[in-house]
Structures are given as C-alpha cells and as structure tokens.
C-alpha cells in the first residue's frame, strides 16, 4: 500500500477554499487514492477517490497530479462543521491503510 | 435509515473478561470490516471478511475472534480482555473491497 505524507494541521477561513495536500510517491499503478476525514471521533466518513483524472462531487473536488504522486482535495467553502481530521490513503482490495492524516480548523 | 450500526457504544469492562460487539449493515455491502483505533487515534485494520470469507486478518492476536453469520452482520468477540485492548473499534463496510467505506460510529471499550 501507498506511504502517504500529509501535514499535521492546517487553518481555514470559513467561507474560503480549503486546500489539503497528500504526497503518497510510492503509489502503484492501479492503487487509488482515497480521502477520508474524521469529525470528532465519529467514524471515519468517505469524502472522495481517484485514480489518475481530477474527480468532484457534492463533498469536494480531488486533483491528482500527472505524475500520480501527489493529490490535493478541495473544499471549495469551507464551513465550521468541516472541522475534522482528513486522511488521505491508498489502498488495495479490501484493506484500506490510514495514515496521520491533517487536523483542519475551520475558523470563523 | 441505510446504516453501520454498532452495538454497544460504550463498553467498560475488567481485565481478563470476555466481551463482544456487534455490527450489522444494512447497505447491501458484500464487504465488512474491523477497525482499531488506539489512544494515539491511529487507525489500524483488524480484519476484513468478503461475502462472510475471512480475507484479511492483521496479525490480530487470538483472543479476537470475528464471526460473520451472514453478508450483513460482522461481530467481535474478544476473549481475556488486556488494558491494551482499550480502543474504540469500528465496523465498517463496502461493496467490493475498492470504493467508499461506510462506516459506523463506533464502540469504546474501557479495559480496567
């Protein structure tokens, strides 16, 4: 499975973008990349995979590089109740391995 | 309402106990999953069992026993609970083992 790097803690706006970045370079050919994110010891909450196109649904948009070693996920406005630990992971079949994933803080 | 649903929520219990918890899915998933998530809140995969067939199994010690009586229920049984065992668990599951993960909201269980 895919080493994913992302920084422990990042601040945002409410209002604005929110931009979250995943390194994961030792992504294989055929390993999808995930977003996850964690609201206050809930369970885990699907947001959003790719594989090699830029994806967008009702949560958020995902962008992946060309090269495919490195994502980032969009919130385009943040809001207070985006709060929460995203994690950005690979995963093949059936075992989804999460990382430290980055502490977002939506500020007022 | 379609759900991972999780039963207890909380769990207190001593040491050298035996204790379960049980999950049950009603999403139609053919996937379903333990999860360990310890004091340090990392996220460690227990087991994953596909159409009620143990697939993955992470060195998880034989005191943890699941049992999957059908595609939609997954339970933990654990035998001679440790003080290290404390952790809240999550159940969640998947159609196929690729996509979203859905998961549930999770048991504490406080070893004392």
């Known amino acids: 499975d895919a080493k994913t790097t992302q920084p422990p803690s990042m601040d945002c706006a409410e209002g604005r973008a929110a931009n979250l970045p995943c390194n994961h370079s030792?992504?294989?050919?055929?390993?999808?990349v995930y977003w996850y994110r964690q609201i206050h010891s809930q369970g885990p909450q699907y947001i959003i995979h790719g594989l090699k196109n830029n994806e967008t649904n009702e949560m958020a948009s995902l962008i992946i590089t060309e090269d495919r070693k490195s994502s980032t996920l969009i919130l385009p406005h943040a809001t207070l109740r985006d709060t929460a630990v995203y994690y950005c992971l690979g995963g093949s079949n059936y075992k989804l391995t999460f990382g430290k994933g980055t502490l977002l803080t939506v500020n007022p | 309402d379609t759900a991972v649903s999780q039963t207890p929520k909380y769990l207190v219990t001593q040491m050298g106990n035996d204790k379960s918890i049980k999950c049950e899915q009603n999403?139609?998933?053919?996937?379903m999953y333990w999860y360990k998530q310890d004091s340090k809140k990392f996220l460690k995969i227990m087991f994953s069992?596909?159409?009620?067939?143990?697939?993955i199994n992470e060195t998880v010690p034989n005191r943890f026993s699941p049992k999957s009586p059908d595609k939609a229920h997954l339970n933990l049984h654990i035998n001679s609970l440790e003080l290290g065992d404390s952790a809240v668990y999550f159940c969640a599951s998947s159609q196929g083992g690729l996509y979203g993960y859905t998961f549930g909201s999770g048991t504490r269980l406080t070893v004392v």
């Open positions: 030792t992504i294989s050919g055929n390993e999808y």
């Open positions: 069992y596909n159409n009620k067939e143990l697939i």
């Open positions: 999403l139609g998933h053919d996937t």
